[in-house]
């Protein structure tokens, strides 16, 4: 139910926006996220918008990305801008609840998408 897309290959300092879409309407969501999973680490959360009003980031990425949605789009997009090697991982995104099919399905994640930033 949810579609990421965006990544790719960029030097340091460069800059990547990434969407994920909703297959169904983004009004039913509360809370969409981004994670990212470097190499031999853990998946860690990035940034999160309230549908309704409101983003959150972690401190690493604060000034230098925005999560922001579209709603006619149904899509929430991840603008990175002055990125980092140390952000290289794939990314996901993340809804905390989905209409499908006639009810809810809760921690829903998209397949991922990779970035990889050179120095």
């Known amino acids: 139910q949810l579609q990421a897309s965006g990544g790719g290959l960029v030097q340091a300092g460069g800059s990547l926006r990434l969407s994920c879409t909703v297959s169904?309407?983004?009004?039913?969501?509360?809370?969409m996220a981004w994670y990212r999973q470097a190499p031999g680490k853990q998946r860690e959360w990035v940034a999160s918008?309230?549908?309704?009003?409101?983003?959150n980031y972690e401190d690493s990425v604060k000034g230098r990305f925005t999560v922001s949605r579209d709603t006619g789009k149904n899509t929430v997009f991840l603008q990175m801008n002055v990125l980092k090697p140390e952000d290289t991982a794939v990314y996901f995104c993340?809804?905390?609840?989905?209409?499908?099919?006639?009810?809810?399905?809760?921690?829903?994640w998209g397949q991922g998408t990779q970035v990889t930033v050179s120095s």
């Open positions: 918008i309230v549908i309704g009003g409101g983003t």
């Open positions: 993340n809804a905390d609840r989905v209409y499908s099919g006639g009810g809810y399905k809760y921690n829903v």
């Open positions: 169904g309407s983004i009004l039913a969501i509360n809370v």
